[in-house]
């Protein structure tokens, strides 16, 4: 449809369009006692926050803290301190779900995800994938529906407007323009659609670029399988790299090179040093150990492979950006949120089970015999060789995860 016509359409339909979405949509029953049972949820539990403070500080003053305690100790009070935050928000949102104030209600809810994030992070270092990581989990499934749905630029309410958008998602599709920035602040619109898909693709890339490396620089013609997840051919630190590397050069992406290259160094140093401290904190597990090469810093990164996150983010913002989103709007886009729903479910699967079968994995060398449903049966199906199979370049010592070491974790408030 040309650009004209469209134009005509919605000229003759827009008194209809202005009825519809003139009035500010109501919040559904459904969404208001959500909101009611954040705002007690909330309140209630602030005793247990300052319960929580309490017992750290008392432990503080005990003058019992070991060295080999300073780590989860400060795990846990990072997920205190998660978690208080959490309840102050849960209240906010409860309250701006009641109000039907729903820009900031969803604006809310996607602060919640990042701290209920962390909370989940903490609580695998602490605990491992028991029973502590389901509440969050939880939380994190219904804050992302939740966000989605009041979410006036996401709402299904307003028919008229999402027809529309469904003819110029169309166009842009036959255009080959869909998934870029339309206010021209950035490169490409950051959605879910296309957040998900630079992750899925990254990760894949990054895969490659692993075993190519391995079978190339460091044992020349060796084969190593570097996969990071229990299914596929993923390696989610890259996917999850370029996701923050989009988000954070989005806006720089036509500035210069060295620009660029010095963000993304940055970022992906960071974020590689911050997955090989929580997966040896977490799981006791390594993956790398850059210990003495050029500007190692604590044998997580180094000078070297920051650089080279540099050069992949330059690669990535200039000249791989644009040609991903050309792969992924062959995805047909009467489809396109239908694969993505589906591929998404199918990533959380996988990522759930990775993170199962690595900790029970970590408990069966701890010497911990399996009891559990959950451990028997990754004992039977992902048992060790099948990890030192799956996850060749990591190994795990027990001795260097968190758990166990003498932290208070019970003060916690979830």
């Not at 954040?38 to 060295?67: D, H, K």
């Not at 509440?135 to 966000?147: E, G, M, N, W």
Request: proline share 4%.
């Amino acid at each position: 449809m040309a650009h004209g016509e469209r134009e005509e359409m919605a000229v003759a339909e827009g008194g209809a369009i202005d009825a519809a979405c003139d009035p500010k949509p109501k919040m559904p029953l459904l969404l208001k006692v959500f909101g009611v049972l954040c705002i007690v949820g909330g309140a209630v539990s602030i005793p247990s926050g300052v319960l929580a403070v309490v017992v750290i500080v008392q432990f503080l003053q005990s003058g019992g803290l070991a060295e080999e305690a300073l780590t989860p100790l400060a795990v846990t009070v990072v997920l205190v301190l998660a978690q208080a935050a959490m309840l102050v928000l849960f209240i906010l949102l409860g309250v701006r779900l009641l109000r039907n104030k729903r820009r900031y209600a969803a604006l809310t809810a996607e602060v919640l995800m990042a701290f209920a994030a962390v909370a989940f992070a903490c609580n695998i270092m602490l605990n491992g994938t028991d029973v502590h990581i389901v509440p969050t989990l939880v939380i994190l499934v219904l804050l992302f529906f939740v966000s989605g749905y009041v979410d006036p630029s996401l709402s299904e309410e307003r028919e008229l407007q999402r027809k529309l958008r469904d003819m110029e998602t169309r166009d842009q599709a036959e255009e080959g323009t869909l998934g870029l920035d339309s206010t021209g602040r950035g490169y490409i619109a950051l959605n879910f659609f296309n957040v998900f898909w630079i992750f899925v693709v990254c990760s894949v890339l990054g895969l490659i670029i692993e075993v190519v490396y391995h079978f190339v620089i460091v044992v020349p013609g060796e084969y190593q399988d570097r996969a990071g997840m229990l299914f596929g051919p993923f390696s989610p630190i890259y996917g999850v790299g370029a996701v923050l590397m989009t988000m954070a050069l989005n806006r720089f992406h036509d500035k210069p090179v060295p620009v660029i290259f010095l963000v993304s160094a940055v970022i992906g140093g960071a974020f590689e040093f911050f997955v090989s401290w929580f997966m040896e904190t977490a799981f006791g597990a390594v993956a790398w150990d850059y210990t003495g090469t050029f500007l190692s810093i604590d044998g997580r990164t180094n000078g070297m492979f920051m650089a080279m996150w540099g050069m992949l983010g330059v690669l990535w913002i200039k000249a791989l950006l644009p040609k991903m989103l050309d792969v992924v709007n062959l995805i047909p886009w009467k489809l396109r949120y239908t694969v993505t729903a589906i591929a998404t479910a199918l990533m959380l699967v996988n990522a759930i089970m990775t993170l199962q079968s690595l900790d029970c994995w970590y408990g069966r060398l701890s010497g911990h015999v399996p009891e559990t449903p959950i451990e028997q049966f990754y004992a039977t199906y992902f048992d060790n060789d099948f990890m030192a199979n799956r996850f060749e370049s990591m190994t795990i010592n027990p001795d260097s995860a968190t758990r166990g070491s003498g932290a208070p974790s019970d003060g916690a408030l979830g």
